[in-house]
Structures are given as C-alpha cells and as structure tokens.
C-alpha cells in the first residue's frame, strides 16, 4: 500500500477508535467533552474538512480506477487473444480494496460527525433540564413559604376573629 492509502487506512482506525469510544458505557460528561474536542477546537474543524474532502476525491479516484479496471477485464474476456493476466487481476484487487477502503472510511465519517451532532444536542438537551429542574425547585421552595406565609396569615386571621366575637 502507498503512503496515501496507509494514511487513509490509519484515519479509518482512528475513526473506528473515536466511534467506539463514543459508544462505550462512559459517563456522559466524557463523551461529551470528548465530543466538544472533536466539534469545537476549530484545528480539529479544519482537519476533518481536509479529511472529508481528501476523502471524497479518492473515493472518486479509485471508483473511476474500479470501474476502468472492469472495463479492461470485460475487454479481454470478450477478445479470444486477450489473456487476463495476474498483474491486471492485481491491480483490479487493489483497486477495489482501496475503494472499500475509502468508502467505507467516509461513511464512517459521516456517521461519527452524525453521532458528535446528536451528542452536542443531547447536551444541550441535559443542561436545559437540568436548569430547568434548579429552576423548579427553587420556585418550590418559594411555594413552601408562601404556603407558609398564608397558614400564619390564616392563623392570625383566626385569632383575631375569635377577639372579636
């Protein structure tokens, strides 16, 4: 493998990596922070552009290389002289395995960015019903006051009531 698809390869892996971490039984304060990582730290940004884009041209490149490589085979089964040698079988191997390989890379990718969206709303998500949940008991407290404040004002009420009678 040339240094572009061992590149390619190694992104996959690290790919898998993050995925998996994600999708471990961790505390959501790591995941999530692990996600803000991935999504906020504008270095990381501009790395999976450049990934994504670089991505998408060799999945061009070699889908063109694939199909280019069917062509040239279908040629030489239809052609009687024509004899398919194992260098021509190799380099349609290659091809292939180097399609699935940045194919199956970039779905990946699209999936993991998917997951890191759902993490961020999932968060905002936690922290808007936890602020709402501080928010309900503080208005329940100021509930048990006013509760409070009206069983002495009726008590108070009562007892100068029974003054007067």
């Known amino acids: ?3 572009v698809w061992q590149s390619i390869f190694y992104g996959l892996v690290a790919e898998v990596a993050a995925f998996v971490f994600l999708c471990l039984p961790l505390p959501t304060t790591w995941r999530i922070g692990f996600g803000r990582l ?3 730290v504008p270095l990381a940004k501009w790395l999976a552009i450049f990934w994504s884009m670089f991505l998408v041209v060799h999945f061009a490149q070699e889908l063109m290389e694939a199909r280019r490589m069917n062509d040239r085979l ?11 040698s194992n260098h021509d ?4 191997f290659r091809a292939e395995r180097n399609l699935y390989i940045s194919g199956f890379s970039l779905l990946l990718l699209v999936i993991l960015n998917r997951f890191l969206a759902l993490l961020h709303k999932l968060h905002g998500t936690e922290t808007q019903a936890g602020s709402e949940h501080k ?3 503080s208005q329940e407290k100021e509930l048990a006051k006013l ?3 009206l069983r002495a004002a009726e008590e108070t009420l009562k007892k100068e009531t029974a003054k007067n009678k």
Do not use: S, W
């Open 1 to 3: 493998m040339t240094l």
């Open 135 to 137: 928010q309900a008991q």
């Open 38 to 40: 991935l999504v906020k």
């Open 147 to 149: 509760r409070e404040q």
């Open 74 to 84: 279908q040629q030489k089964d239809i052609n009687p002289l024509g004899a398919i």
């Open 89 to 92: 079988l190799e380099r349609k």
